[in-house]
């Protein structure tokens, strides 16, 4: 068709169609939703006409409500998104680590692992906030939400080990440590990575449910809340595009490390 | 993907785009002028306070005593509701400092702060460890709890004290279910109207020889709102109840009040869906038509066995709406033969997004939200 012979080789040509299936994907969204609008007819789904306005108005003056920018509202989000990521990644790491590689520990920990774990993160927002104070609430609650898929990913990894593998090490001399260090960490990490992917976007969800609870200093979270009790309904959609936006940047970086990461060891 | 599939994708695009376009180009998405709600009757006048870990000045002599609120952090219930906006106003107009919401980092000493955390939550945040606030502004019963219960903590200012006899709450009503439910309407308020004058004669009996009623409002208070009753002895110090939209005290009347709320909202932002003609909004708002016929006509009668159900929203645990509390629990609304379906929310936004929702015909909230979102949801 139009004399034009796509060539999956080409780079040029898988770029060139990615950019033209993404535009024709985003536009049909809003296509969808402009029409979804028109026949709902309630304020609540504003059409994209009214949310771009907003957008530029918010983007341009700021929040003020708040008298924040929405530069700022998205720093103390992010702000609290990293340190929840950190505290998890710092303690689910080295844990899963010692479980995966002790069958004593994994014993040990599993019933209470089990008995947490289904407890949903966001469940957890007004306990930690109000048991610990209104700037470490919404870290924590941001840090259970990466953590358990952070430490399952990890056990998981140690556990797929091959034994040859750490028997060969120990057949060349290597100790305790120079197996931990030389051979599980390096072998665990593409699951670690794959844990931090699936834990990210449990951490947006909980970063939105703690802010609505423990807004200090403002956050997309409290944003959208606020921007809804008033019934700001254009001001509560662009705060979701901007979640939208956060989230996909920070899953995505996660994503291009773990695939660099995967592909340098082998496992692409 | 072959070339006959790909055309057929292409010209499927085409056609939805073109339809859609077509769509979207001859919808009227124009606003509506039409108010989705009614305020009926009020629920009380003032009734919140300002504490502090220090004590302050709302009337300000000197340099130093205005300074001494300059860097000062104080919660608020937020954006939208009456204390946040009277704080503002006093903070502005009145000490002559800025407004500004707190964000973690340095504190100018030429602004006021504002945190927002629910006031239940108050007592909770102010305790904690987190030393974030230096105060705030609930409404009753958590205004009293707070003073009476915590060390060191100063009571500032009750809301009279800062705006005399200001609006708090009022009762509201989907416009539709006045327009096509009028005599259920004004057995509902005969009924509310009852209630409230039994709160003020209980409360009016407290120093006679035979304060049983009032014993009463504070056990049935006390069971509602969780709170002890030495606590509410002291909240019902701060608060006033009223039904009528007319204060004959002289304050403001309802209708400019509401009016400059929304022209103060909109400089705010709180409104984002400009308003004409405040002045005509607020007279279209306030609806006096069913209060004013049960003061002219009378009560309705009671209808014992004839129940009508209607659907109402309030606040849990909120002392300002006891008024109708009390009429469920002593079973006034039964005597006009209104059967009610009472539903719980946390504040007045939420009252409203159920008013939006249509689950509600009648909601008990505090005039800032009920303006702001009627403005708002057009």
Redesign the interface.
Known sequence: MFGYTYDAENKWHRFGKLILVTAVSLTTLVYIWWILAIIIDTPAVPTPDLVWAAFNKLFAEGDIQTGLSMWEHMFASLKRFIGGFVLAFVIAVPLGLLIGYSKFLDEFTRPMIEFLKPIAPIAWAPVFIFATTLTLGPILVVFVGIFFPLLYNTIFGVKKIDPNLIDAARTLGANNGQVFYKVMLPCTTPFIMNGMRIGFGIGWMCIVAAEMIAPLGGGLGYFISLQSVLSNWPYVFVGLGVISVLGILTTGLVDYAYRTIAKRMGME | MN?AT??AV?VG?MV??TL?TA??AV?D?TESNDLDINIIAKANINGSGIFADRPLSIDPKSPSEINAWGGLVFMTP???SIQHYMLGKFVVEDLGLKY?????GSLSSDTVYW???APV?MR??YL???N?SNGGFPWEPYYSDIILTVDDVYAVASSEEIEENHPCCMVAAKTSFLESNEAAVLRFLSAYMEALDWVNNALASKDSENPGDYLNLLFLTSEFSKVSPTTLEDAFGTLTYMYDLVDSSGADSLEHYTSNLIESFES???I?KKVDDPTAFANKFINHTYLNKILKDGKTEVYPEKKVKIRVGHLGGDIHQIGFVIGMKLGIFDKYGVEIISTLYP?G??V??AF?LGIIDIGILGLP?AV??TA???
């Open positions: 070339s790909l055309t292409v695009f939805f785009f859609g769509f979207i919808s998405t937020g954006p939208g500004a919401m707190y964000s973690t945190t927002p955390v939550n909770l945040v904690s460890g987190d974030v705010l932002g709180i984002t504040n936004p939420g409203m997004q939006q939200p702001s979102n708002n949801f057009r």
